[in-house]
């Protein structure tokens, strides 16, 4: 059952932000929304997760609105090697990863 | 050193023969996982083992059957392949509950034919 709904494709050129956004308004109290992506076939990487504060590493900034009910993953200058699948997946401890369809994220030059 | 490493990377077979993939994992991981994900690209959760127990078994056949010797490795032992089979198997492994992410293996390409 899908928790997450995300736009299939975005494009963006390169060093720009992408900014991917994400809803999940049936979100519960005590889930994570994280985010994954996958490029070109390997395995799915870690990007960031957050529970209600915006978090940032160095890879990515998550901005998640005050009533969680959606959030956007920040890449603040895109390259070509982040041309990938993004995922958003909420989910609570102890349970698996579920992956939905995500965006296709391309970047141009 | 490769944090999931799963073998092998490609493996092209007949059906109805009987075939093994290996996965281990150097992050003192708890928790280790199989996936599948098909030619539409969906990624789904087959297994999850969390110190040797099996704690998920999605609707797999029982052609499927994981063994975990240790909690550092997780295998897939598939019998009498079939054509729908073919896909992308990744590992996975992750701190108990999964917190803070998964780290996945590169995958082992299945061809059945």
């Known amino acids: 059952d899908a928790k997450t709904t995300q736009p299939p494709s975005m494009d963006c050129a390169e060093g720009r932000a992408a900014n991917l956004p994400c809803n999940h308004s049936t979100i519960s109290g005590n889930e994570y929304v994280y985010w994954y992506r996958q490029i070109h076939s390997q395995g799915p990487q870690y990007i960031i997760h957050?529970?209600?504060n915006n978090e940032t590493n160095e890879m990515a900034s998550l901005i998640i609105t005050e009533d969680r009910k959606s959030s956007t993953l920040i890449l603040p200058h895109a390259t070509l090697r982040d041309t990938a699948v993004y995922y958003c997946i909420v989910r609570d401890s102890g349970y698996a990863l579920n992956f939905g369809k995500g965006t296709s994220l391309l970047v141009t030059p | 050193d490769t944090a999931v490493s799963q073998t092998p990377k490609y493996l092209v077979t007949q059906m109805g023969n009987d075939k093994s993939i290996k996965c281990e994992q150097n992050?003192?991981?708890?928790?280790m996982y199989w996936y599948k994900q098909d030619s539409k690209k969906f990624l789904k959760i087959m297994f999850s083992y969390n110190n040797k127990e099996l704690i998920i078994n999605e609707t797999v056949p029982n052609r499927f059957s994981p063994k975990s010797p240790d909690k550092a490795h997780l295998n897939l032992h598939i019998n009498s392949l079939e054509l729908g089979d073919s896909a992308v198997y990744f590992c996975?492994?992750?701190?108990?509950?999964?917190?803070?992410?998964?780290?996945f293996g590169s995958g082992t390409r299945l061809t059945v034919v």
């Open positions: 996975a492994s992750s701190p108990r509950g999964g917190v803070g992410g998964y780290t």
């Open positions: 957050g529970l209600k």
């Open positions: 992050l003192g991981h708890d928790t």
